[in-house]
Each structure stands twice: as structure tokens, then as C-alpha cells.
């Protein structure tokens, strides 16, 4: 792919100055027949991207990554192999990115070119977005991967290497249980979870329906796998807040309620982006064909935040707050429950200036 290397050497030319913020490109329109329309707007965009992208996180929705569509209330085959798409994704960028992807049964997208643009809660149709963090001062992002072994225990170990024990640093995790079906699945990502639950640390996700992409490992899990993957934020200058929408959280108002608790953690709001991670069964249905409720909530109090996120099978996350003097600031009393069903949960974490 000599193409690609002139790409991103010519990126590199044109960049005067280092640049620290992070970049993201969306798509919500439908791409060829054998090919996701990520595949055709990342191929397009990234010569625009002005800083190499060290670790890159995409998310797509299942149906039509895989290669079903809706037709008249029922899914019709589309000729898309979810192999070969996931490999153009991983080769437009470096080798030595570390590139995750997951699939979902929905998205949460910012448009392109500000994080002004309205994020789009896509329940049902062709969508995804790739978010490209670039080399920053201070902040160390790395992937990690637990594969669901009854054999094996998770070692201490694997964690140190991984930066989510022992790592005084360490802010923010955000992670994926994946093929949640299978036996056992669900039991392992509590147990991930519970080792990973710490006070001073943000944790937040939820549960996907597969695991599409991980160049950090250099044989991939089949998808008759199971386990946990995610992504590690750490350094002194991130900060992070995260909410709890449970099923209390039904209407415009309470919704925005939630957010003015989110904006209370008084989180910088440049050189920051948000997650919501939301239960399948919530979306328009719930708020009684109501489009949009949540994300036009978020975006009410953080105009400037672009979002981003997934409707899934399961959330993790609760209310909790880390600034950046290491301090955590509970909004509840009762002991923290991460594991949910049915409820959103959103996060904003903050990487540090950029000015």
C-alpha cells in the first residue's frame, strides 16, 4: 500500500507544528454494495488528518457491516464480508497504530467538521465513525484484551502490562464485553469489571455484539470468541465525568436534568469528547417516538463536545467524577453499581490543553 505511506508522509510535510487534538470521521450514509460506507469516507477524509493517528477506535452497526439490511420489516443478505472490510479499515492506516473496532446494534455520530454539528442517535441504517488519537503530551492510550479462558485466570500481570494496575496514572477505561451470548460471557465481563473498579478511575462502556478489529494482537479472536476489550486513558492532566440515565430518566426534561449533573463536574470542554453508551431498548421507542432525546440533551449543555457511542446489550458506568487533582467526587452515597440494563450512561473525558 505505498499509496497509503505517501499519504501519511505527505500528512506529516504539511504539518508546521505538532498537533495534540484528537480527530474523528463519521459517516451516516449508506456505502457500496460490498463494502461499509466507513470503509469509503475514512479512504476519502484521512489525507485531510494532519497528525498520524497512534491509536484509532471505529464503531459500526452490525446489521450492515456484516451484510444485512432492513427491507419491508425483514433482513435481506447484502454481499459484505465483515473480514475484508475490517482488513481495508486496519490498512489505511500506519502499521504501528493500534487500531480497535467494534460492531453494535446502533451509533452515536458527530457529523464531520465541528463539534458543534448535532449528534445523531442512528437506531436503524448504515453509520460509524473512526476517532483518531494522535501522540499527546502527557496522556498514554493503549488497548487491552481479555479473552474469556476457564482455564486460565486473568494475571496480575497482564494488567500491570496493560496500565490498568499499578498505574498511579491511570484516569479513564473504557471497555467492551463482546459476543455477550455466548456462555459465560457475561459472568466474565463482571469479573473484568470488578478487578478494574477502582475509585479513582472512570470506567464506563458496555456490552457489543462483536470485536472486528485489534492490530495490537497479531491473531485476532474467531467470532466463536468471547471476552473484553477497551481502551486505557492515563496521565495526570485527564479529566472525566460520567452520569447515570437509569429508567427514572424518561421524558426531555429528565433527561436534561441528568445532563446539568454532568455539567456540574465543571470538566473543560475543549480538547474534550464524549461517550454515550445506551441500552437497544431505549432510543425512540422509549421516549415514545421521540428521535434524538438524549444526544440533543448532551449537546443543549456541551454545545462544542462532539459525541459519540453505541446502543448495545448492557451498560457499565455509574455517577462518578476525577478531576485533575486526583480527586474523585461521588454523586451518590450507596456503593457503585456498574453493570446495568436499560439505562444510558454518558462520559466526558478531557485529554488536557491543547491552547
Given at each position: 500500500m505505498s499509496?497509503?505511506?505517501?499519504?501519511?508522509?505527505?500528512?506529516?510535510?504539511?504539518?508546521?507544528r505538532?498537533?495534540?487534538?484528537v480527530?474523528?470521521?463519521?459517516?451516516?450514509?449508506?456505502?457500496?454494495?460490498e463494502?461499509?460506507?466507513?470503509?469509503q469516507?475514512?479512504?476519502?477524509?484521512l489525507?485531510?488528518v494532519?497528525a498520524?493517528?497512534?491509536?484509532?477506535?471505529?464503531m459500526?452497526?452490525?446489521?450492515?457491516?456484516?451484510?444485512?439490511?432492513?427491507?419491508h420489516?425483514h433482513k435481506?443478505?447484502r454481499?459484505?464480508n465483515?473480514?475484508e472490510?475490517?482488513?481495508?479499515?486496519e490498512?489505511?492506516f500506519?502499521?504501528?497504530?493500534?487500531?480497535?473496532?467494534?460492531?453494535?446494534?446502533?451509533?452515536i455520530?458527530?457529523?464531520?467538521?465541528?463539534?458543534?454539528n448535532?449528534?445523531?442517535e442512528?437506531e436503524?441504517?448504515?453509520?460509524?465513525?473512526a476517532?483518531?488519537?494522535?501522540?499527546i503530551?502527557?496522556?498514554?492510550i493503549e488497548?487491552?484484551?481479555?479473552?474469556?479462558?476457564?482455564?486460565?485466570?486473568?494475571?496480575?500481570?497482564?494488567?500491570?502490562?496493560?496500565?490498568?494496575?499499578?498505574?498511579p496514572?491511570?484516569?479513564?477505561?473504557?471497555?467492551?464485553?463482546?459476543?455477550?451470548?455466548k456462555i459465560?460471557a457475561?459472568?466474565f465481563?463482571?469479573k473484568?469489571?470488578n478487578?478494574?473498579?477502582?475509585?479513582?478511575?472512570?470506567l464506563?462502556?458496555?456490552?457489543?455484539?462483536?470485536?472486528?478489529?485489534?492490530?495490537s494482537?497479531?491473531?485476532?479472536?474467531?467470532?466463536e470468541?468471547?471476552g473484553?476489550v477497551?481502551l486505557s486513558?492515563?496521565?495526570?492532566q485527564i479529566?472525566?465525568a460520567?452520569?447515570?440515565?437509569n429508567q427514572d430518566v424518561n421524558?426531555?426534561?429528565?433527561?436534561?436534568?441528568?445532563?446539568?449533573?454532568l455539567k456540574?463536574?465543571?470538566?473543560?470542554?475543549?480538547?474534550?469528547?464524549?461517550?454515550?453508551?445506551?441500552c437497544v431498548?431505549?432510543?425512540?421507542q422509549?421516549?415514545r417516538?421521540r428521535?434524538?432525546?438524549?444526544?440533543?440533551a448532551?449537546r443543549?449543555?456541551?454545545p462544542?463536545?462532539?459525541?459519540?457511542g453505541?446502543?448495545?446489550?448492557?451498560?457499565i458506568?455509574?455517577?462518578?467524577?476525577?478531576?485533575?487533582?486526583?480527586?474523585l467526587?461521588?454523586?451518590?452515597?450507596?456503593?457503585?453499581?456498574?453493570?446495568h440494563s436499560?439505562t444510558?450512561?454518558?462520559i466526558l473525558?478531557?485529554?488536557g490543553?491543547t491552547?
Amino acid at each position: 500500500m505505498s499509496g497509503v505511506s505517501r499519504l501519511w508522509k505527505e500528512c506529516v510535510r504539511r504539518t508546521l507544528r505538532t498537533q495534540q487534538s484528537v480527530a474523528w470521521i463519521s459517516t451516516m450514509e449508506p456505502g457500496p454494495p460490498e463494502m461499509h460506507s466507513l470503509v469509503q469516507v475514512l479512504a476519502k477524509e484521512l489525507e485531510k488528518v494532519h497528525a498520524l493517528p497512534q491509536t484509532v477506535l471505529y464503531m459500526a452497526d452490525e446489521d450492515t457491516f456484516v451484510g444485512e439490511e432492513d427491507g419491508h420489516g425483514h433482513k435481506k443478505a447484502r454481499k459484505r464480508n465483515p473480514q475484508e472490510i475490517a482488513r481495508a479499515i486496519e490498512r489505511l492506516f500506519p502499521k504501528r497504530c493500534h487500531v480497535l473496532g467494534v460492531i453494535t446494534p446502533g451509533v452515536i455520530v458527530t457529523p464531520m467538521g465541528s463539534g458543534s454539528n448535532r449528534p445523531q442517535e442512528i437506531e436503524d441504517g448504515e453509520a460509524g465513525f473512526a476517532i483518531l488519537f494522535p501522540k499527546i503530551d502527557g496522556v498514554k492510550i493503549e488497548t487491552f484484551h481479555f479473552l474469556k479462558d476457564l482455564r486460565k485466570c486473568i494475571h496480575e500481570s497482564k494488567l500491570i502490562e496493560a496500565g490498568l494496575k499499578n498505574n498511579p496514572e491511570l484516569r479513564v477505561v473504557l471497555i467492551f464485553g463482546y459476543n455477550s451470548w455466548k456462555i459465560g460471557a457475561a459472568g466474565f465481563l463482571q469479573k473484568v469489571v470488578n478487578i478494574l473498579n477502582e475509585k479513582s478511575v472512570m470506567l464506563a462502556g458496555g456490552q457489543v455484539d462483536r470485536l472486528t478489529s485489534l492490530t495490537s494482537e497479531s491473531n485476532p479472536p474467531t467470532n466463536e470468541a468471547c471476552g473484553v476489550v477497551g481502551l486505557s486513558f492515563s496521565g495526570p492532566q485527564i479529566q472525566s465525568a460520567s452520569v447515570l440515565l437509569n429508567q427514572d430518566v424518561n421524558d426531555e426534561k429528565t433527561a436534561e436534568a441528568a445532563m446539568q449533573r454532568l455539567k456540574a463536574a465543571n470538566i473543560p470542554e475543549y480538547n474534550t469528547f464524549g461517550f454515550m453508551f445506551a441500552c437497544v431498548g431505549r432510543g425512540f421507542q422509549y421516549y415514545r417516538t421521540r428521535r434524538n432525546v438524549e444526544a440533543d440533551a448532551f449537546r443543549k449543555f456541551f454545545p462544542t463536545v462532539p459525541l459519540f457511542g453505541f446502543f448495545g446489550n448492557g451498560e457499565i458506568g455509574c455517577d462518578r467524577i476525577v478531576t485533575g487533582n486526583f480527586i474523585l467526587r461521588e454523586c451518590n452515597e450507596v456503593e457503585d453499581i456498574l453493570l446495568h440494563s436499560y439505562t444510558t450512561v454518558m462520559i466526558l473525558i478531557h485529554l488536557g490543553p491543547t491552547k
